[in-house]
Nanobody
Framework: QVQLVESGGGLVQAGGSLRLSCAAS????????MGWFRQAPGKEREFVTT????????YYANSVKGRFTISRDNAKNTVYLQMNSLKPEDTAVYYC????????????????WGQGTQVTVSS
């Protein structure tokens, strides 16, 4: 079992930055692939980014590439999502997730999910 708790969401103006955190327990973040997904009102949940189990590879949705960065701190057993140059269309509930595979970009590859944290970007 893996428990995930997100934090760091909030209200920010367009062009601003936020850093989300995902604290894991039950397994180390270096033993799983970790991802971030988001769900905007009235829309399906979508992939944002992932970091492979090895920590070597990262993948991003085209909509966030160059603005968002995923990273992890093995000592703190935490994964981060640094979000810069935020846009109103980034408004969503952001979820972190863990996959037992080496790398994962599809939702169905993830077995464990956090409860989500709200990010609201005002124009």
């Amino acid at each position: 079992q893996v428990q995930l708790v997100e934090s760091g969401g909030g209200l920010v103006q367009a062009g601003g930055s936020l850093r989300l955190s995902c604290a894991a327990s039950g397994r180390t973040v270096s033993s799983v692939a970790m991802g971030w997904f988001r769900q905007a009102p009235g829309k399906e949940r979508e992939f944002v980014t992932t970091i492979s189990r090895s920590g070597v590879s990262t993948y991003y949705a085209n909509s966030v590439k160059g603005r968002f960065t995923i990273s992890r701190d093995n000592a703190k057993n935490t994964v981060y999502l640094q979000m810069n140059s935020l846009k109103p269309e980034d408004t969503a509930v952001y979820y972190c997730a863990a996959s037992l595979g080496p790398v994962a970009t599809r939702q169905d590859e993830y077995s464990y999910w956090g409860q989500g944290t709200q990010v609201t970007v005002s124009s």
